[in-house]
């Protein structure tokens, strides 16, 4: 059963931009932490970026530090994760989680809800 829903994915040029958005109908999740994770073919699911329930204790994989920003708005019971930059290396599926612990957790095993991923694809 899907818990979330990713949107915002799609084809870019390398050092472009996208947004990607994780709504939860249906459900609050705004007591959760989420986090933002990728896997691209042939290639282990790979965290990317979290953030705390209050949106005050993010984290971030090193090969995004400084090009990614994760947010949070509890009101739309929503996530973001801005990507700017982009390099045909980010080329992935890209997923967002929730899980009831934390702050946070770089592992994908310790969350408990998944959406259904959205493709961005990076072109060189």
């Known amino acids: 059963q899907v818990q979330l829903v990713e949107s915002g994915g799609g084809l870019v040029q390398a050092g472009g931009s996208l947004r990607l958005s994780c709504a939860a109908p249906g459900r609050t999740f705004s007591s959760y932490a989420k986090g933002w994770f990728r896997q691209a073919p042939g290639k282990e699911r790979e965290f990317v970026a979290a953030?705390?329930?209050?949106?005050?204790?993010?984290n971030y994989a090193d090969s995004v530090k400084g090009r990614f920003t994760i947010s949070r708005d509890n009101a739309k019971n929503t996530v973001y994760l801005q990507m700017n930059s982009l390099e045909p290396e980010d080329t992935a599926v890209y997923y967002c989680?929730?899980?009831?612990?934390?702050?946070?957790?770089?592992?994908?095993?310790?969350?408990?809800?998944w959406g259904q991923g959205t493709q961005v694809t990076v072109s060189s």
């Open positions: 953030i705390h329930w209050s949106g005050d204790i993010l």
């Open positions: 989680a929730a899980t009831t612990g934390g702050p946070f957790y770089r592992s994908w095993r310790m969350y408990d809800f």
